[in-house]
T-cell receptor, first 113, second 114 residues
């Protein structure tokens, strides 16, 4: 079945360090890909998305490129801030399955000053 | 801005109780979803609805039911709460008919079943 696998956390970084959170997927159809972020005590909010191969989603200094050949959608940021501390979820949506999202297990990021 | 609200942030119930979790969205979205979030498991879909009075089972519907009598409101019902239903419950909504429809999430209800 369709699935999403993320690197395990927690990830702890110092401020201004580079971030990569790996995400790979398995899908029978042609998915759209998403990164959601959950700040402490809040619900999830969309961080970025990509709908087709080689698309790059970006927002708030975060980027992710849809790589069909490696079935990956890794999240990257060049310089993290304390305010980026949150849980990050990779997700996919298959077009012919309506609005359903399939989520990875989440990766907790903690950024220290 | 889209707003999705959930009736309670924290809830404590006893085993065997009937539990109602309410979700309301204010953007006239057709689609609504209920997930549960557990450490190491991410979000798992319990039920979803594409329209009023419509419901579809998600990946883990056992022990749950839902009700959607009005477009803006989607209720999750635990018929007889059990300790393994202790979890964070998240509601979401989205427009339909779009290729990439963003889901908007509520703040979550942390349910503890004793």
């Amino acid at each position: 079945g369709d699935s999403v696998t993320q690197m395990e956390g927690p990830v702890t970084l110092s401020e201004e360090a580079c971030l990569t959170i790996n995400c790979t997927y398995t899908a029978t159809g042609y998915p759209s890909l998403f990164w959601y972020v959950q700040y402490p005590g809040e619900g999830l909010q969309l961080l970025l998305k990509a709908t087709k191969a080689d698309d790059k989603g970006s927002n708030k200094g975060f980027e992710a490129t849809y790589r069909k050949e490696t079935t990956s959608f890794h999240l990257e940021k060049g310089s993290v801030q304390v305010s980026d501390s949150a849980v990050y979820f990779c997700a996919l949506r298959i077009y012919n399955q309506g609005g359903k999202l399939i989520f990875g297990q989440g990766t907790e990021l903690s950024v220290k000053p | 801005d889209v707003k999705v609200t959930q009736s309670s942030r924290y809830l404590v119930k006893r085993t065997g109780e009937k539990v109602f979790l309410e979700c309301v969205q204010d953007m006239d979205h057709e689609n609504m979803f209920w997930y549960r979030q557990d450490p190491g498991l991410g979000l798992r879909l319990i039920y979803f609805s594409y329209d009023v009075k419509m419901k579809e089972k998600g990946d883990i519907p056992e022990g749950y039911s839902v009700s959607r009598e009005k477009k803006e409101r989607f209720s999750l019902i635990l018929e007889s709460a059990s300790t393994n239903q202790t979890s964070m419950y998240l509601c979401a909504s989205s427009l339909s008919g779009l290729l990439v429809d963003t889901q908007y999430f509520g703040p979550g209800t942390r349910l503890t079943v004793l």
